[in-house]
């Protein structure tokens, strides 16, 4: 039996559910799924700003996770906000989507394509590819030019270009598997992959998989180096209860 | 119910046991491991010209493993040899041991040490380390200058010469992780892991969930693109039975 | 007449004394300096979970100095935390030390080392090495292994280590400058230099003649593109107040 | 008197005749060319798996032409199958066509073009790239998306898209010369050369004269290290005469 | 009181005129231009050929600036002819306009187009950005396809061609700042980034803000290792007086 | 009938002449080299200064050898001082003694080590691998800290460390080659060779087999994109003859 927590770094309850929802989809019979959000926040993220805040609600997180005994975090937004931080807060594994979704198309393809929401959060997943050692295997990075929170405006909109711009990837990139840029198009995958007949991964669901793998081998977090637990210390005003 | 093929890419019986009891160890309990070795090839793989024998091995276990309805296949010696041959050749996901521990690795720590066999593989794994990305992820590697079979004499000189490594990549290497550098290592990471106080990675157990992972997410190999099956052309000799 | 605010990302008064003192003794005729930190946060900052905590409280620093009028802004901190979200937030420019003292080094050597506090803080360094791109102008990196307030427990015992492996990478990197790795370290650094016979470059006054150059140049951080402001949305919590 | 290798890894023996009419069309007067193909095998090289069954063969006339006395060796298909494999087996040096042309190109201009036959074989141009160290010095990879064998039918219809997509590469690319991807190609580059008035290079000619320069210089392969002759080992089945 | 050398590279009378007066715009009340080119060399600098002669020339240059005591110099050509032959002859800092418009591009913005001359410069800029680390800073580059002299004929074409570039390239790019190319458009920036409401960054101007910093903080180029004074040695010819 | 011009790139008739002799020495029956150096500039190059004057020389040297019909050039000195600038000018290839090795190095083994001069020269040959994409070809850099001019002084103790270095390199480094970084110490190459039994690299030697294979090939450079011939325009004083 494994508890996995997913967090939602934005404070959406519609996409902590979307999320969620994706999450469960894909766990393993022992793993239950808890899907969490900050009390405090950003409603969605779409910058480096909105990321700096969210990571604060990620660590919050993290921190109840652990009282709380989970074997595992995810953190479910495809900026992997806050990832090393938590790395040092938890003692499980930590997974961020854009991680897990990144190298899960590593494994099924040469090269991918990323397709995400606005054109400013495209420098987080450069950024990202870089960090991760990825910057050769991405194809081509698009964007919808929509905010996330579209994706939860019950039109089908956003959708739509997601599916259109996937389609346009296929088309022109020369790439094997296409990435989903949004913990918020987690319930796109399963649909696009079998249209467009190639891996269109979400990395929710990859992100699942990843820690449930972690803690079947047993492994956690490494506390030997640079992720050891955070130095104690006395944190002040809205963080002290974090350390 | 899911098949995994384990294919230890040498023909030594005693190796591919250890390598299916590896597997086994850490297989769900929905799974079932076949762990097999090429009926003709080398006895261990030390060289890229080993490499390239035992790739022509894997390809015919591959189709086999094809032919009997397996789900995923797991190439089951660090120099991952014949991997995207083996990803034409398949439907279903192929995963490499080295592949696997090094995107393990970097899950659970920000740089990894590598601990291997002779010296002249060293070069395989600095070559995979660039195309994985992960060039800038491993801080050292080792090798117990040692050859593949030591590890298979009964003796357990090389198994201390392996924890002896492993214990001067964490006092000197600054990094977080240990990835072991051979099939043949698979039952040492479990000991190492508890004794050293930091992940020590075999890459069989670890390629395993990774195929359980993506078997769940329902990805194949991505059959768009690069990695599609062979183009279908007359064989000729030894090899007419592959296509 | 420009104002400057330089953030000390920690919450120790002495450090940021420290800092602002550092900061004036450069500072052109025309600049005056306003040395400040978050009210609330961690008291130093020596790994990814200090710096996203401290990250929150530059924010609300930029916030306050830009509603003051400060010309541009400095964070004061080695590991550069929060710098794109506050170059989101600000309309001036906006410069962390690590990203100036790194800068600095590469006009006047061809290589340069880093000699740092903590070992668990070496990888800040690398990530932000590789992110400016400056991975191979880098020789070496030095941990002297003593926390971040031990340069203010009045001792010098952290100075001298500081010095000791200032000799030590000047005589085995090979490199044609040395960064000090702490905001902490600032005063050290035109004594060292005068010592060494080589720059001995301290970011905090590095990175105030930065800002004064792009505001003499009448460059603020581009609001075209990917560093834009944060699109306004309800913040809740604690955050409120900072959109 | 200097006895080459030239090898084609395919069984085509219509290609094995216009590499061999290439090679010797640039043979020094004492050098003597032996064209060859493997006896068993893929009728034409168009993707990895097809690549692992042309290495046997390669490493089989590598083998014969050691017996043979040959002082070097070339691999003329584009992706290199079996480079490094080929190299511990060998005395003497060993070239692919794709590196011969790759380097060549780096000398006469600041960047290259590469135009090949399908797209699927563009990846193995790219680790190539990769692996040699060239990747920023190719400027685009340009596909006629033709199988290999349609360079021998007879039509003229490859031969014209290649003329095309050199066309085309020379007016957008901003390159200063053309790589030709594939041993097929061979007898186009003179002629293209001087109808495009910039070098059109076929790595067949360019490693012919690197094989010559390397036996004129006493270099073979180094036994030192890595590329030492493989370990001996008993070889079973249809590898058993390869050891 | 501070004296700044800006050595425009070629025998352009007006050119250095237009350097001069760009360096004066922005110099900080202590600091005095000489504005000064070589007595022989090229008119224009328009290829490696051209840089090779104008380095001789930066370097007499340099030398008589050192011997009338100026603080620090300033190569006002974009490839930056002789940088780092100029620094170890100079005790102060020596800055290039194409490295102080690159680095200056990243401290306010995510990712920076180039707008530069004759396509046959856009090697020159490559390399320069391999060199200091900026190749992934850098999202496009561009040319006006016009000589650097059509920039001094009057006639206001070349001007307005760089202003249409720039254009394209804010539509285009997605980069946040715009580095002009030539040392001839340094009259252009402050207007055009005010009709693109984005940083378009004259490097003549950013790098007298640059060699003023490290004047102010005490740094000279480093003359410990690799940049020390050039080793004393008999020059002959016309290269007499320069040692 | 062929003739190779070998520019040795400093003014030493000594350094001349082994130049000379180990261009003949490898020299193909129907070659025929001239051995030249220009006629002022400096006796030695040791850092960027010498490179920058002693590349006017260089091309002073190209020019004539232009006009005297050679069919290819040579630049005999390990920096490759005006190596583009020089490919400009001619219309035959141009090849450097440092790229030449490190080139050839690639070809038989996996990765090389380099013994040169003074210290203070590595950093040209780190910038060399950067530039010639072999940064991670190259597994270490040695320099016996002796000045070029050592290697002619008859004492042979500057011979006596290279050749100890280079055991040293074969016993440390791990490489299959060695690649010696000075024009001057050409004549040492075979014998180090012989004594180590792997690849000991002379530059001089390697250039002059690649301008013979190029000339072969019917390459010279490309004069399609930025190596054209340099722009027509008046060169004034001593430079007035060179274009």
């Known amino acids: 039996m494994s508890l996995i927590q997913v ?3 934005n404070t959406s309850a519609a996409m902590t559910e979307t999320i969620g929802a994706a999450a469960r989809a894909v766990a393993a019979p022992g793993t239950e799924i808890i ?3 900050p009390r405090h926040g950003v409603p969605s993220i779409e910058g480096h700003f909105d990321e700096a805040i969210a990571a604060v609600g990620v660590l919050e997180q993290v921190a109840l996770g652990k009282a709380q005994g989970v074997n595992g ?3 479910a937004c495809f900026g992997d906000p806050g990832l090393l931080a938590a790395r040092e807060l ?5 997974i961020g989507i854009a991680e897990a979704a990144m190298h899960t198309a590593t494994l099924v393809a040469t090269r991918f394509s990323i397709v995400t929401t606005l054109p400013r959060t495209l420098i987080i997943a450069r950024h990202l590819l870089q960090q991760y050692g990825f910057t050769h295997h991405c194809a081509a990075l698009h964007a919808i030019d929509l905010p996330v929170l579209a994706l939860e405006d019950g039109s089908g909109i956003a959708q739509e270009r997601v599916r259109q711009r996937c389609i346009q990837a296929k088309r022109e990139d020369g790439s094997g598997a296409i990435v989903l840029g949004c913990g918020g198009m987690a319930a796109l995958a399963q649909e696009l992959t079998r249209e467009l007949g190639m891996p269109v991964i979400d990395g929710v669901s990859a992100a699942v998989k ?10 956690g977090t490494s506390k030997q180096g640079d992720l050891d637990y955070p130095r104690q210390k006395p944190l002040s005003g809205p963080f002290q209860h974090l350390n």
Chains 1, 2, 3, 4, 5, 6 share one sequence.
């Open 7 to 9: 967090i939602n770094p």
């Open 35 to 37: 899907a969490v959000c």
């Open 73 to 75: 975090h995810v953190i």
């Open 90 to 94: 938890a003692s499980g594994p930590v």
């Open 210 to 219: 990843m820690v449930e793998s972690l803690v079947a081998l047993g492994f």
